[in-house]
């Protein structure tokens, strides 16, 4: 099946400082990419829907300004944390969509645990 | 606003026992459901949608629009069916919407 790998895994950074993250889909084009973020023992909560060329559409309390995401290529999503805290600290998950179809099948990267000092 | 919900965080049964991990959804269009598991240290996958109506490693889940659940059953749970379960509906946005997980325990 196809394969979406996010780099880091994991990352530990000082607070006031920003983190990238990316999410790379490594045998297909995907139009559309999915953040997620994940705490401890919690579920996924979709952070916001990155769109190739476009900007992203965040959720409801999400701050675009914090995490700012990046969608240059077909094959390339980046979130960046900026002047992260400590309660930033979490494991995002991206999701790629293989196709151009709205129904294509997702999948996911191994997800980026960053815990912030 | 659409929401999944799995009641049970912890599922442990035997090898050999009949498995059910619980769904229930509210979402006011046409849903599409399905089931994601993460086995240990592994990437979240996709299981089954309920759209294909297939049966993948003996789990099935039948949606049930009238008491909105998607119950993913297995008659008879393996240890390699220790796992995270996801349920998942996907709403107009394309995006997916979780539940919470239910962790299977599969004890020998």
């Known amino acids: 099946g196809a394969v979406v790998s996010q780099h880091p895994s994991w990352v530990i950074c000082k607070s006031g400082t920003s983190v990238k993250i990316e999410c790379r889909s490594l045998?297909?084009?995907?139009?559309?990419m999915f953040w997620y973020r994940q705490f401890p023992k919690q579920s996924l909560m979709l952070m916001a829907t990155?769109?190739?060329?476009?900007?992203?559409?965040?959720e409801q309390g999400v701050e675009k300004d914090k995490f700012l995401i990046n969608h240059a290529s077909l094959t390339l999503s980046t979130l960046t944390v900026t002047s992260a805290h400590p309660e930033d600290s979490s494991f995002y998950i991206c999701?790629?969509?293989?196709?151009?179809?709205?129904?294509?099948?997702?999948?996911f990267g191994e997800g980026s645990r960053l815990t912030v000092l | 606003a659409q929401r999944v919900t799995q009641p049970e965080k912890l599922l442990s049964v035997f090898k050999g026992a009949p498995v059910e991990l619980k769904c229930n959804y509210s979402?006011?269009?046409?849903?599409?459901l399905f089931w994601y598991v993460q086995y240990s240290r592994q990437r979240l996958q996709l299981l089954l949608r309920?759209?294909s109506r297939e049966s993948i490693k003996g789990f099935t889940a039948d949606l049930n629009k009238g008491e909105t659940s998607f119950h993913l059953k297995k008659p008879f749970a393996q240890e390699e069916d220790s796992a995270m379960y996801y349920c998942?509906?996907?709403?107009?946005?394309?995006?997916?919407?979780f539940g919470s997980g239910t962790r299977l325990q599969v004890q020998p």
């Open positions: 999701s790629a969509r293989a196709g151009q179809s709205n129904t294509g099948e997702l999948f």
């Open positions: 045998d297909f084009q995907a139009t559309t």
């Open positions: 990155s769109n190739e060329g476009s900007k992203a559409t965040y």
């Open positions: 979402y006011s269009g046409s849903p599409e």
């Open positions: 309920h759209i």
């Open positions: 998942a509906l996907r709403t107009g946005r394309r995006a997916l919407t």
